[in-house]
């Protein structure tokens, strides 16, 4: 009698295909595609509290972030975001100079910060309170967020930090002013843990 074969166990998605299951998810997910899931996955890792996955990946996904229902691409996409949400913090942990923000780019090359940005400010708004005293326009500070708000827009498609100066020293300045986001980001981390290690 033949044993029946265990069916095989599902394998996350690769980042390739998990950026069009994102594209192409109904109802749309918060974030449209990988660059900008990675700046959302970066906010919940380094952020001023701890949220559990069952309460961002509803946020983040909708009814398709119901963790005990996925199933299928569900399934493996979820487990995809998972392993980059792992991965992330554990190189911010043991290697955080090795940290490497997905950023998106064009054809040519030219990175495009804007998407990862847009994905991190969207995870601060699940817990806007918590980011309150980082937020702070007085505190020193408030400048670890600085290079990620310049690349945001608000809710009416306005710059977050106002309009930019006219002239290419601007544009030079806007077009290269990503390389600081992977600084700070180890630095916004070492800012809130204090308060996520007291709060544990």
């Known amino acids: 009698m033949k044993q029946k074969r265990e069916p095989a166990a599902p394998k996350a998605m690769r980042l390739e295909a ?8 109904e109802p749309s997910p918060k974030v449209d595609g990988v660059s900008m899931l990675d700046g959302y996955l ?47 913090g554990e190189t911010l942990s043991q290697a955080p100079d090795r ?9 040519d090359g030219t990175v495009l910060a804007a998407p990862w940005c847009m994905g991190f400010l969207s995870a601060m708004r699940l817990r806007p309170n918590a980011w309150q005293t980082l937020c702070d326009l007085e505190r020193t500070e408030h400048g670890l ?15 977050m930090l106002g309009p930019a100066r006219a002239g290419s020293e601007t544009k030079d300045f806007l077009r290269d002013a990503y390389h600081d986001i992977p600084l700070v980001i180890p630095q916004i981390r070492n800012y809130w843990m204090p308060k996520r290690l007291k709060d544990r």
């Open 18 to 25: 998990l950026d069009i299951w994102l594209r192409q998810l």
């Open 42 to 88: 970066t906010a919940i890792a380094i952020g001023p509290c701890s949220i559990q996955p069952d309460v961002w990946f509803v946020d983040l996904l909708g009814i398709n972030g119901i963790v005990g229902s996925a199933s299928g691409q569900s399934l493996a996409a979820m487990m995809a975001i998972a392993d980059r949400f792992n991965t992330i």
């Open 99 to 107: 940290n490497a923000p997905i950023f998106k780019k064009k054809d």
């Open 145 to 159: 967020l600085l290079p990620i708000l310049l690349h945001c827009i608000d809710e009416h498609g306005s710059p």
